[in-house]
């Protein structure tokens, strides 16, 4: 995959082969006057970052828009992001719609049952048993009290020496949770029951309370 554009590099060069086979010129030709942004656009092609339908619990209802995802669910269920985190710090966060009882954090390629919440995460309970529980599949922190329209947020730092996961209320750091130190790959994820209605901003519409130095969520992009 050529990567000039990204890298800040420039249109390439139109290479001397152009002269002796007329189809080279046509693959790279014609970007000179196409703003950088657009290029950028086109390359994320039809794979948004939404809710991964081959990763959610059937008891949800799902609504995707082009900006975000709405769920919902009357029984206990979750959905994983369909990217995993590719960046040093990344940001969701979901608005309150509706009242109930949601979690969110991230889960593993080791969830397989998707009816199910994400694992509660509180500061002290979180860390002991990371250290001594190597077989957890799903981190998050479980929420009943927000109100409508309240927002709760989720970043995930691997800039530190461990990996940080905090959580946020509105803006303001919910310091009675925060999960140190996950070993594996994991993907934004959201739990909700009791006709909890969440709106999921993954980073396709502004987010509110992101905080400094941290970016949306992006989707991967294989390097061929």
């Known amino acids: 995959e050529i990567?000039?554009?990204?890298?800040?590099?420039?249109?390439?060069?139109?290479?001397?082969?152009?002269?002796?086979?007329?189809?080279?010129?046509?693959?790279?030709?014609g970007n000179d006057d196409v703003p950088m942004q657009k290029l950028e656009d086109e390359r994320k092609g039809p794979y948004p970052v939404r809710i991964d339908a081959k990763k959610r619990s059937a008891n949800l209802h799902i609504d995707h828009h082009d900006d975000y995802d709405v769920m919902t669910g009357s029984f206990p269920g979750t959905a994983c992001c369909n990217t995993s985190f590719e960046q040093t710090r990344a940001y969701f966060e979901v608005t309150v719609v509706k009242k109930g009882v949601f979690c969110i954090g991230v889960a593993s390629r080791g969830l397989k049952d998707f009816d199910v919440f994400l694992t509660n995460a509180t500061d002290k309970a979180i860390k002991n048993q990371e250290l001594k529980d190597n077989s957890r599949v799903s981190w998050g922190y479980m929420c009943s009290t927000a109100e409508k329209d309240d927002v709760i947020g989720c970043s995930y730092d691997l800039n530190d020496v461990k990996p940080v996961m905090r959580f946020y209320k509105n803006g303001k750091r919910i310091r009675s949770a925060e999960v140190v130190g996950i070993k594996v790959d994991v993907f934004p994820a959201v739990s909700v029951s009791g006709d909890c209605e969440l709106k999921v901003n993954w980073g396709g519409e502004e987010q509110k309370f992101r905080p400094k130095k941290f970016e949306p969520v992006m989707r991967s992009r294989s390097v061929l």
């Open 3 to 29: 990567q000039f554009w990204r890298e800040g590099l420039g249109t390439p060069k139109v290479p001397t082969i152009m002269g002796i086979c007329p189809c080279f010129a046509s693959f790279f030709k």
